[in-house]
């Protein structure tokens, strides 16, 4: 027997046990069918799982459980990221904690040695939190981005790019975190709001006494580095200037006036100052107009001056270049910044100083400002390998799902910069790479084959130094489509399961790790006929969970929420069916929690519609055809399933998770629950036994179909209703491996249309009921005016049952409509509901003439502010899109009220 409650925590845990005991979650168990593989987005050792974890994975397991059912060889391949910086933090931030000693004082080989063990103790928490959200991984295959499997990938990789010319060493500004002393990504940059200013300076120009060129900065410490000033060669101030130089303040630096589109005339002054090395556009001006890179900073940000070559290289010596070096050589770049300004003013130099509000660059872990700095690192030749990528998508051989994400896609492909791979941490793959006594380097996959390669080329054996940095953590996160299924060894699993099928991710990391997968994957791996080989055949980006007002979740707004909380509350399945249905493509989340115990209660109802099927001896029908149905009600909600499955078929496979999820809620909910389950109590109460059978089984058949079909959203109460209405003889297989349904014969447009007929006129007369007022308790007339035969036969069989579901006193047909009748038109039948001393027509029409003034002014406000240019320019997206919610749901209740009064005025 069922319990009367549901549970969830009850079952969670027992129920995923025994999943992965029965081997439900292993591929290759169904060899004679088409493989299936996904690889998971491999979380960070160090991750919890978050909102977008959440729904990521939902839709993995929504797809891979789906496919299992459909009798495909599913591999949901798991593992899990080394994650480089976040993981060396947490290590250094646990030995501060316990006052050890710091990792440079124990040394590199001690520090790794802690950090495998802190992997071993606390690494992969959300391991089991993708457990509890009902996760079908195969892990018995997890892998981790620094096992001996996929290292060995790495270095294979890396030893072929450098050997074709495709990884190389150059010079070249990075993002640099001072603070952590190292090189980070793009993705590891935040961009902070700061309340700054903006410094404009007067450079002379040399040889014309009294004449100066003005420029603005946001960061005055690194004119000292600037070896240019940029003008735009169709900007008439400056013309007669190009060519001609400026003496740098404070250095004596003779520095060039440059004409360059970079300088836009209508920005400030039109002049900008150029420092190549501490400024990624400016390097770029520097590049095209051969101007010195001059590195000014060390690496944690301090100003190196004394004894910089490059500062000094062809600066005449000068008592204001000592003061200069004395006053600021070895000081913070911030009190330097302070120490500049004030030596630009003594001199006269300082135009003006202005506010302004700019975002500034941090980093995301170290959490101070990043600094553009020149310094030597490992690249590799992205735009080669992009080629081939962007053609592959432009082919067809992947396609993104949207279909908009391919144009952001190709913006980033088309204008890729060389990757900087090369980080300078100990935690990661560390560089393959050697350096000789003359710096010579020898690149190899063992320290031997260096060492073999030093001997041949110097004549004799020497003495290698490795390179101390490590890849770049999405380095061998590019190679996990194909390095977790064995390669470069050639596995039966990298034959059988590659190239995958459906990569699923969100749109933040399309450039870092989807593009860089495309180009490592077609570049190492070839299909039979030796062509290039993509590693996935879609790529379905999904959208970003917001708060319920729209906001991007964030630990400073207070405004996470945390899934497993959720979880807690109100069930796995609760939390995945509500992503699911809120996942509509291209449109971000608003999640709030009521939303969430909804579908909760959504779980219920399918759990007290299954305990009334047991209870009326309707939970388990075995042999039965759902096509030999006799009974009109039987078989409407045959065909009703049948179109449910192809809705939801249609809608998984194209990707439309919140189309799938709806057609099941709507299914469950309002045709089984609220209609086929209550026009079955006569039939199910009655004295023909034939109908009652038939109905009995009819009820268990369109559970089990529901449960098949709900399963891969809600997989836990599906599982456990599955089990517990097997009845005494069982089931033969566990849900989680059930056959996904197939229907043949089933639908039967007469039962559709009669069924159909009914459900309206008990939907519209419950719509006038509401509408008009109606006390809840009373029941009404009901009149059919001028019907055709058909209406009259269907309200003869089924008078009992609309009277119930209406609340009507009589049924009853008539050739005029009654005095003070509501009237509603279904079909070529006017249905007349007399309400003539049921309700007060005078208060009633004063109420909604209230409520639609009311409607009208709040309709009118709204559209105020969002035709208020202030307002719209000033106030967050989230408001404004709130704000055209709410206007579309008044003027839809204005409507309503409309109708009503209509209807109100026609009765007299």
């Not at 300078?424 to 084959?449: C, K, S």
């Not at 940095?469 to 060894?489: I, R, Y």
């Not at 039962?751 to 006038?768: N, P, Q």
Request: proline content about 5%; hydrophobic content about 40%.
């Amino acid at each position: 027997m069922l319990d009367k409650h549901y549970n969830p925590a009850d079952i969670e845990t027992r129920l995923y046990d025994a999943w992965e005991a029965s081997g439900a979650f292993k591929a290759n168990q169904r060899p004679d069918g088409d493989p299936f593989c996904i690889v998971i987005p491999p979380p960070n050792v160090t991750g919890s799982l978050h909102m977008g974890h959440a729904l990521n994975n939902t839709i993995q397991d929504i797809l891979c459980r789906f496919e299992r059912m459909r009798g495909r060889d599913v591999l949901w391949q798991p593992g899990l990221d080394h994650a480089g910086i976040a993981t060396q933090m947490v290590v250094e931030r646990q030995m501060a904690e316990r006052q050890e000693p710091g990792r440079r004082d124990i040394g590199r080989v001690a520090f790794l040695e802690k950090v495998w063990t802190w992997k071993a103790e606390s690494g992969g928490t959300i391991v089991g939190q993708l457990r509890r959200l009902g996760a079908s991984c195969d892990w018995s295959r997890e892998r981790f981005t620094m096992d001996e499997g996929l290292s060995a990938a790495v270095l294979k990789v890396f030893v072929q790019l450098f050997r074709e010319g495709l990884i190389y060493k150059d010079k070249r500004l990075v993002n640099w975190d001072p603070k952590l002393l190292t090189a980070i990504s793009d993705l590891e940059v935040v961009q902070v709001e700061t309340q700054g200013n903006l410094w404009h300076f007067r450079y002379p120009i040399e040889g014309e006494e009294g004449r100066f060129i003005t420029v603005a900065t946001t960061r005055p410490e690194t004119m000292l580095g600037d070896t240019g000033v940029a003008v735009h060669p169709a900007d008439e101030r400056y013309k007669d200037l190009i060519g001609k130089n400026v003496i740098l303040p404070l250095v004596g630096r003779r520095i060039p006036i440059v004409a360059d589109n970079y300088a836009d005339p209508e920005a400030g002054s039109g002049a900008v100052k150029i420092t190549p090395a501490h400024d990624f556009n400016d390097f770029e001006v520097g590049k095209r107009n051969d101007l010195a890179q001059i590195n000014i900073m060390e690496r944690d940000a301090s100003i190196v001056l004394d004894g910089n070559e490059d500062f000094l290289a062809g600066v005449p010596a000068s008592d204001e270049l000592k003061a200069t070096i004395a006053a600021i050589h070895g000081k913070d770049r911030f009190e330097a910044r302070k120490l500049v300004v004030a030596m630009m003013e003594e001199r006269g130099l300082l135009e003006k100083i202005e506010p302004h509000k700019h975002m500034v660059p941090h980093g995301d872990r170290g959490g101070v400002p990043i600094e553009p700095f020149l310094t030597d690192q490992w690249y590799v030749d992205a735009a080669t390998l992009a080629e081939p990528a962007i053609a592959a998508v432009e082919n067809g051989d992947t396609v993104f799902v949207p279909k908009q994400w391919e144009k952001t896609y190709y913006e980033w492909m088309r204008n890729i910069q060389p990757w900087c791979i090369s980080r300078q941490l100990w935690w990661g793959h560390q560089i393959p790479a050697w350096y000789g006594p003359d710096g010579r380097v020898f690149v190899a996959e063992t320290e031997n084959l260096a060492l073999e390669e030093a001997e041949s080329h110097y004549g004799s054996r020497v003495m290698l130094t490795r390179d101390e940095d490590v890849l770049d953590t999405w380095f061998s996160s590019a190679l996990w489509p194909f390095s977790t299924l064995g390669w470069p060894e050639q596995t039966p699993e990298l034959k059988r399961y590659y190239p995958t099928n459906v990569l699923v991710t969100g749109f933040d990391i399309i450039f870092f790790w989807v593009a860089r997968m495309m180009m490592m994957g077609l570049h190492f791996m070839k299909k039979p006929d030796g062509n290039p080989q993509v590693p996935f055949d879609t790529v379905y980006i999904h959208a970003l969970v917001r708060d319920e007002k729209g906001q991007k979740m964030s630990k400073s707004k207070g405004n996470v929420i945390d899934p497993l909380e959720l979880i807690d509350q109100f069930g796995a399945d609760a939390l995945r069916f509500t992503l699911a249905a809120m996942a509509a493509q291209g449109r971000d989340i608003k999640l709030a929690t009521s939303r969430v115990e909804g579908y909760r209660n959504f779980g219920t109802k399918l759990w007290n519609a299954a305990r009334f099927a047991e209870m009326n001896g309707a939970a388990r029908a075995t042999g039965f055809d759902p096509a030999s149905a006799k009974v009109t009600l039987n078989r409407w909600i045959a065909g009703e399933a049948a179109r449910t499955r192809d809705a939801v078929t249609k809608a998984i496979e194209e990707h439309r998770y919140n189309e799938a999820a709806g057609a099941l809620y709507s299914f469950i909910w309002h045709t089984f629950c609220d209609w086929y389950v209550e026009l079955s109590k006569p039939i199910l109460n009655g004295t023909d036994e034939g109908a009652l059978a038939e109905t009995r089984a009819m009820t268990a058949w369109t559970l089990n179909q529901i449960l098949k079909l709900l399963h891969p959203f809600m997989p836990y109460i599906t599982e456990e209703l599955w089990q517990k209405t097997a009845g005494d003889e069982g089931r033969d297989t566990m849900l989680v491996t059930a056959q996904w349904p197939a229907y043949e014969g089933l639908g039967d447009a007469g039962a559709d249309a009669e069924m159909g007929w009914v459900i309206r006129l008990i939907t519209e007369i419950r719509s006038v009921r509401a509408e008009m007022n109606v006390p809840a308790g009373a029941k009404i007339a009901c009149v059919l005016a001028h019907p055709s035969d058909e209406s009259a036969a269907r309200a003869k069989r089924w008078e009992a049952e609309i009277s119930r579901l209406a609340r009507l006193e009589s049924l009853t047909m008539a050739d005029t409509v009654p005095e003070g009748s509501a009237q509603i038109v279904l079909d070529e039948t006017v249905v007349a509901l007399p309400l003539a001393g049921v309700i007060d027509f005078a208060a009633e029409k004063a109420r909604l003439n209230k409520e639609l003034d009311k409607t009208a002014k709040d309709i009118a406000a709204i559209e105020g502010r969002l035709n208020n240019p202030g307002f719209v320019a000033k106030a967050p997206p989230e408001v404004i899109e709130e704000a055209k919610e709410r206007c579309e749901e008044l003027t839809a209740r204005a409507g309503q009220v409309k109708d009503a009064l209509g209807r109100l005025a026609a009765m007299g």
